[in-house]
């Protein structure tokens, strides 16, 4: 997918969004970022911060994430907090980008071989593979993620298939169920509308630097 925006070399904000629920009552705010070259990961990498109001159970919840990949849309880190009612949950995965996750010290070893996380709470997350898989349109590709559920924060195993129908097209299918939908997306990957579960109601582009530099 080729966008100025994406293209640039530099840290920082690519794009700020928010989705509405088509289910029921709900907004989800997300963000995209260019992270900055470490020592551990050279090339850069890209991060996914977000919020999201959401009802479970007939209560209000909040939900905050953060979800931090290598350069090859790889996870890498994924930090979730959630309040619910009078409850509040965490979670904390850290994972190296050939397939082995932590949650703490223990290793996940039932996760062994992923390199996708899918947060259940929105569209967030649905960028990573659509951007790290780069099909052609016509092309498929299956894989198993490691799957957040809310509000519980339990993860399992999901597997599902991603085929690219035109440029900014996709039909996203859970192997497990009957579940599928097709995927609206933008020059970044990230989700425009999402049948049956949400769209996009807002969005803001930063300033290119040369715009910003012109008198």
């Not at 997918?1 to 969004?17: E, F, T």
């Not at 070259?37 to 991060?47: I, L, R």
């Not at 990573?128 to 957040?148: N, T």
């Not at 097209?169 to 949400?198: P, Q, T």
């Given at each position: 997918?080729?966008?100025?925006?994406?293209?640039?070399?530099?840290?920082?904000?690519?794009?700020?969004?928010?989705w509405r629920s088509l289910l029921g009552q709900g907004l989800e705010y997300c963000s995209l970022w260019r992270r900055r070259a470490v020592g551990a990961d050279p090339?850069?990498?890209?991060?996914?911060?977000?919020?999201?109001i959401a009802e479970f159970d007939g209560g209000p919840a909040e939900v905050r994430y953060r979800v931090i990949t290598d350069d090859r849309w790889q996870t890498?880190?994924?930090?979730?907090?959630?309040?619910?009612?009078?409850?509040?949950?965490?979670?904390?995965?850290?994972?190296?980008?050939t397939g082995r996750w932590w949650s703490g010290a223990a290793q996940m070893l039932q996760f062994s071989g992923l390199v996708d996380v899918d947060l259940g709470i929105?569209?967030?997350?649905?960028t990573l593979p659509i951007r790290r898989l780069g099909l052609s349109v016509g092309e498929s590709a299956?894989?198993?993620?490691?799957?957040?559920r809310f509000p519980?924060?339990?993860?399992?195993?999901?597997?599902?298939?991603?085929?690219?129908?035109?440029?900014?097209?996709?039909?996203?299918?859970?192997?497990?169920?009957?579940?599928?939908?097709?995927?609206?997306?933008?020059?970044?990957?990230?989700?425009?509308?999402?049948?049956?579960?949400?769209?996009?109601?807002?969005?803001?582009?930063?300033?290119?630097p040369e715009a910003a530099g012109s008198g």
């Amino acid at each position: 997918m080729n966008s100025p925006l994406a293209g640039r070399s530099g840290p920082g904000l690519r794009r700020a969004l928010l989705w509405r629920s088509l289910l029921g009552q709900g907004l989800e705010y997300c963000s995209l970022w260019r992270r900055r070259a470490v020592g551990a990961d050279p090339q850069g990498g890209w991060a996914l911060r977000g919020t999201a109001i959401a009802e479970f159970d007939g209560g209000p919840a909040e939900v905050r994430y953060r979800v931090i990949t290598d350069d090859r849309w790889q996870t890498r880190r994924v930090h979730v907090g959630v309040v619910h009612g009078d409850r509040k949950r965490a979670l904390r995965l850290e994972a190296d980008g050939t397939g082995r996750w932590w949650s703490g010290a223990a290793q996940m070893l039932q996760f062994s071989g992923l390199v996708d996380v899918d947060l259940g709470i929105g569209a967030s997350t649905n960028t990573l593979p659509i951007r790290r898989l780069g099909l052609s349109v016509g092309e498929s590709a299956e894989l198993v993620a490691a799957w957040v559920r809310f509000p519980d924060l339990r993860v399992e195993r999901l597997p599902q298939r991603y085929t690219r129908l035109s440029d900014r097209r996709y039909l996203y299918e859970s192997l497990d169920s009957d579940f599928k939908a097709e995927l609206e997306v933008d020059d970044l990957g990230l989700v425009v509308r999402y049948e049956g579960w949400c769209e996009r109601i807002a969005v803001f582009d930063p300033p290119r630097p040369e715009a910003a530099g012109s008198g």
